[in-house]
């Protein structure tokens, strides 16, 4: 049986707040249960992982909970939250840049290799 998740964030928007609980919380729930997660922020999710950005948006605009928020629940679960190097480089910060949460750069050659070992499944939003 496979301990470890691999939740990839690459079609989630954060333009569209609604997409953004889910994939935190199913890490936050996976970690619970004692599965081993990583989840990457690629794409347009990449900005999540910057500064100011997750904490500016609810979920629920009549919510206190930000994103960030949600990502710390995670992170206290034992969520590994990672960024995207190649969305750095498009948006012109480094790693300087990115949220305290964050444990750092998952690049293409990581994450492939991840999705294809047969140990790992893959949640993708």
């Given at each position: 049986m496979s301990r470890?998740?691999?939740v990839v964030l690459m079609n989630t928007d954060?333009?569209?707040?609604?997409?953004?609980?889910?994939?935190f919380y199913?890490?936050?729930?996976?970690?619970?249960?004692?599965?081993?997660v990583d989840l990457v922020c690629t794409a347009a999710?990449?900005?999540l992982m910057?500064?100011?950005?997750?904490?500016?948006?609810?979920?629920?605009?009549?919510?206190?909970?930000?994103?960030?928020?949600w990502i710390r629940e995670a992170r206290e679960q034992g969520v590994r939250l990672w960024a995207c190097p190649?969305?750095?480089?498009?948006?012109?910060?480094?790693?300087?840049?990115?949220?305290a949460e964050c444990d750092g750069l998952m690049g293409a050659v990581a994450m492939i290799q991840a999705i294809m070992d047969d140990d790992v499944r893959v949640l993708t939003y």
């Open positions: 470890r998740l691999l954060p333009g569209n707040p609604e997409e953004l609980g889910a994939p199913h890490a936050a729930v996976a970690a619970a249960m004692d599965y081993e999710a990449g900005k910057r500064k100011g950005v997750a904490e500016a948006i609810r979920i629920d605009p009549g919510d206190p909970k930000t994103v960030l928020d190649a969305n750095l480089g498009l948006s012109g910060t480094g790693t300087e840049d990115l949220i």
